[in-house]
């Protein structure tokens, strides 16, 4: 196990990779408390139901055509997961994942804006196009002082979609940055895919331009994301379905 965040090449390529942040234990009991969900869907109350973001709702094109008629109740956004089993408060307990979220928003005093689940299902999970995460109209600050988590449940690998950065696109003023730019068919020669392990934490800055593949593989690529920001600096606007939004991560 390697919890140390390389400070240095986050400010240089905008991402990171912190190894063995989750212990094995409570990462077997986060992929349960996502499959118990998963297997749930289709008799989930309606004031969880409005959380989950099915992927049969979901234009086909990013999700290589396939038919909504053939994704049954797969699950693409497991929004507030916290409100479906307490287990997800145990993330922001982490002593690794704090440190390393204090490190790169720079800041001692941070707290949570939104925790959610992204999946990308074997054979059919969904392209996510190129972005940036700042500016984003969900859970922005006024400022960038924040950093994107995301906590490896199954790891990731390119033929499941991992995650790819284009390093030091994360240069440029803040008023050059937006979120979803260039298009989405863009493959700079520059790309980074990146490759973890199961339990490894994956740090985003807010303006490094991302994005991800199809899930071509036959097992399942489940991340939880978390934003993570500086707590003295409030949100634009609260989403009203996020149990986490100020929750300080105060452990040492």
């Known amino acids: 196990m390697d919890c140390r965040f390389d400070r240095a090449g986050f400010a240089q390529t905008g991402f990171a990779v912190v190894r063995g942040t989750v212990p094995a234990p409570l990462l077997a009991a986060l992929r349960a408390a996502v499959q118990r969900v998963q297997d749930a869907v289709h008799d989930l109350p309606p004031h969880l139901r409005e959380r989950l973001t099915l992927e049969r709702d979901l234009p086909a094109a990013q999700r290589g055509g396939v038919a909504a008629s053939e994704v049954g109740d797969a699950i ?11 287990v997800f ?13 204090r490190a790169a928003v720079g800041v001692r005093d941070v707290a949570a804006h939104f925790m959610n689940v992204t999946i990308k299902h074997p054979r059919f999970g969904r392209a996510i196009g190129w972005h940036r995460d700042y500016p984003n109209g969900y859970a922005c600050p006024a400022t960038l002082c924040f950093v994107r988590a995301m906590v490896c449940l199954d790891g990731m690998s390119g033929v499941g ?22 298009p989405g068919d863009w493959r700079p020669a520059e790309a980074v ?6 339990g490894d934490l994956v740090l985003v800055h807010p303006k490094v331009l991302h994005g991800g593949g199809m899930n071509a593989s036959a097992s399942p690529r ?8 500086d707590a ?15 929750h300080r991560l105060a452990a040492e």
């Open 89 to 101: 408060w145990m993330l922001l307990d982490q002593p690794p994942l704090i440190a390393a979220a």
């Open 232 to 246: 003295a600096v409030p949100l634009r606007h609260v989403p009203e379905q996020e149990a986490v939004a100020g």
């Open 76 to 86: 693409f956004i497991l929004g507030d997961p916290v409100a479906f089993d307490p």
């Open 193 to 198: 895919t990146v490759g973890c392990d199961p």
């Open 161 to 182: 979609g991992a995650t790819t950065f284009v390093p030091g696109s994360h240069r440029l003023r803040d008023d050059e940055a937006h979120g979803r730019s260039p």
């Open 222 to 229: 489940r991340n939880i994301v978390i934003q993570i920001g």
